[in-house]
């Protein structure tokens, strides 16, 4: 079984701050999803990244994957009180191929940017 | 596009009975997945249905099962409820050759 681990947890921090949260795993991934989930909604997609040493940026999330692909992070910029939700990493076990529909999650990051 | 979208938004059921929850993909998605969420677990992956087939299974018990239907709509069923499956249910929709999933906003289920 193809475990992401998540850190950390838990993260509290006021606006303006920068912060990271990790994702790693012991296994390859063909790929790695992260996404945002606020309560009571679904995950919604920021970004997928697929190939090792990858980065990409989405205004001021960073999102960088592994060279060895078994690792990511999310690196946020300056937060603001928007960014505050669950933030998720997810793979596709494997190699991809018929896996593509079966993601493994991570726990979770919970974020709260506070004024 | 429309977006992945769940029916019902909510639910409450009692122990024993049995739920049956509807998602419709982004249309040409022809893969659809399932997941549970919970506070404990976190999000698990149910199953996967793709072209009216399953193509992929989670853990769970035979309680949980699944179908698609021909425009690619699926819908789930949980039998004999427990309270332990009080959760947030999501479906996802894919093209179901690639990595991307993008997921409907869920179905909270409540079993008193």
């Known amino acids: 079984t193809q475990l992401l681990e998540q850190s950390p947890q838990f993260l509290s921090i006021q606006e303006g701050e920068n912060l990271t949260v990790y994702c790693n795993s012991s296994?390859?991934?063909?790929?790695l999803q992260w996404y945002r989930q606020e309560p009571g909604e679904g995950p919604v997609l920021l970004v997928t990244v697929v190939t090792g040493g990858e980065v990409k940026k989405l205004k001021r999330l960073t999102f960088q994957f592994g060279d060895a692909r078994k690792d990511s992070s999310l690196h946020i910029t300056a937060a603001q009180t928007g960014d505050t939700g669950l933030y998720l990493c997810a793979g596709p076990p494997g190699a991809g191929g018929t896996s593509y529909g079966k993601l493994t999650f991570g726990q979770g990051t919970i974020l709260t940017v506070h004024p | 596009k429309a977006g992945v979208t769940q029916t019902p938004r909510y639910l409450i059921k009692t122990r024993g009975q049995q739920v049956t929850l509807s998602c419709s993909p982004i249309s040409g998605h022809r893969s659809v997945s399932w997941y549970q969420q919970t506070p404990g677990q976190g999000l698990q992956f149910l199953f996967e249905?793709?072209?009216?087939?399953?193509?992929n299974k989670g853990n769970f018990p035979g309680r949980f099962s699944g179908r698609q239907f021909s425009n690619s709509r699926s819908e789930m069923n949980v039998s004999t409820l427990e309270l332990g499956d009080s959760a947030l249910y999501l479906c996802a929709s894919s093209s179901g050759r690639q990595e991307t999933q993008y997921f409907g906003p869920g179905t909270r289920l409540l079993v008193l």
């Open positions: 249905y793709f072209s009216e087939t399953q193509r």
């Open positions: 296994s390859v991934f063909s790929s």
